[in-house]
Structure formats: structure tokens, C-alpha cells
């Protein structure tokens, strides 16, 4: 008898027992993986992890103007006349600060009413007169643009800091090529020169700039 009733009461909880393992193993595969963190068919080694920025994985909001402006043709030509220049006079040429467009409306008087698009850049600290200024202009400027890149001119003769430098200043040009007009004073004489001739000099130097950037601007 007590045999029969052990018999039993075990077929009573061997289904008992099947039911909660089952509960058990379901709850830990619940937690391993959460609702909506696998992509759909995916598995758990192709979660994407998030990133805060760009698909490449820099950071949000970065951004080279230079290599991703719209108009990068524009950009390039501008900065191009440039490097035209400084090819050409190598460790003599020495603007090395690029101008803001507030800097270049307030000091050379450009505002964006006159051009579709400007580049200028000086010297730091004014250790020389030396500037060049790319302005393509808007349609009927170009003179309004040459008067005020010859006021920029005078200015500089003006200041005192370049009182030494008034031979250089005055070989300065202003010359319109294409779509563009140009402010160049940029190039250095051998310490050899002459001290009578060096108005002369300055200005040789500085047109050989004027024809290279001339020459650019026909090949652009």
C-alpha cells in the first residue's frame, strides 16, 4: 500500500516540476537580449551600437568648410589665386593670417553687396605690409571694388607702421581679371638692391605676381 501511494503522489509532481524549469529557462532568454535592440532578422553580433554623429563615426556638427562647401569649384579658385602666389615667391611670401569678412568690411570696406565671393589675408601682427585680396565681384562692381581696393592702398600708406615700407606699399596693384578683381602687395627684393632704385624694384617684383595671377585666371 504505502508503495502505490508513493507511486502516485510522484506521477502527481513530476508535471509540476516540468512547468516551473520551463518558466525559468524562458525568463533567462527574456534577459539576455531586450525587445527592439536587434535589427529585424538580424542576431545579437549585428546590433549596431549608437554613435553621436556621423554615419563615419566623427562627431556631430563637424564640418570642413573648405572641402564641403557647396560650391567648392569657387572655393578653390579663390584660394587657388593664392597658392598661385605663393608658389611663386616661396619663403617671400609672407601674408599668413587669412582675413574675416567682418575684418575685410571693416578695414578694406568690401561688404557682401559688392562680390559673390572674397578672399584676403595679411600679415599677424602687421610684421609687413604685405596683403593679397581675390574679390569675384557681382555684376556691375568691378569699379566700386577697384575704388575702394585703391582707398585700401592709401590706407596703408597712412599708417605708420609701414612708414619704412612706402616704396613696397606704393608698388601695390589693384587689376581686374575675368570676374575678379585683385589687390596684390606681396614679394620681397634681394638685400643687394640698390636703396635709389628700390621703387623699381618692388615693382617688378610685384608684377611678376600680377602676370602669374593673370596667367591663372586665363587657364581657370
Do not use: W
Not at 537580449?33 to 554613435?51: A, H, Q, Y
Not at 563615426?57 to 563637424?62: I, K
Not at 569657387?74 to 593664392?82: A, E, K, V, Y
Amino acid at each position: 500500500m504505502m508503495k502505490k501511494t508513493a507511486a502516485l503522489l510522484l506521477a502527481l509532481l513530476l508535471p509540476l516540476t516540468f512547468a516551473a524549469c520551463g518558466r525559468q529557462t524562458g525568463s533567462g532568454a527574456s534577459s539576455t537580449v531586450s525587445p527592439g535592440s536587434l535589427p529585424s532578422g538580424g542576431t545579437e553580433d549585428s546590433r549596431v551600437p549608437e554613435r553621436d554623429g556621423r554615419e563615419d563615426g566623427s562627431a556631430a556638427g563637424t564640418v570642413n568648410t573648405y572641402e564641403n562647401a557647396e560650391d567648392g569649384d569657387l572655393m578653390t579658385g579663390l584660394t587657388s589665386f593664392r597658392d598661385t602666389l605663393s608658389d611663386l615667391y616661396g619663403d617671400l611670401y609672407y601674408p599668413d593670417t587669412e582675413m574675416t569678412e567682418e575684418q575685410i568690411a571693416r578695414d578694406v570696406g568690401l561688404d557682401s553687396s559688392l562680390y559673390e565671393e572674397v578672399y584676403a589675408e595679411n600679415t599677424a601682427q602687421k610684421a609687413h605690409p604685405d596683403t593679397f585680396i581675390a574679390v569675384r565681384v557681382k555684376d556691375g562692381k568691378a569699379d566700386e571694388v577697384r575704388a575702394k581696393l585703391e582707398s585700401y592702398k592709401q590706407k596703408l600708406l597712412r599708417d605708420n607702421d609701414f612708414a619704412a615700407n612706402a616704396d613696397k606699399v606704393n608698388a601695390a596693384q589693384v587689376f581686374e581679371a575675368g570676374d575678379y578683381v585683385f589687390f596684390v602687395l606681396a614679394g620681397d627684393v634681394e638685400e643687394t638692391e640698390d636703396a635709389k632704385d628700390m621703387g623699381k624694384a618692388f615693382g617688378d617684383v610685384v608684377r611678376r605676381g600680377v602676370d602669374a595671377i593673370r596667367s591663372a585666371v586665363s587657364n581657370a
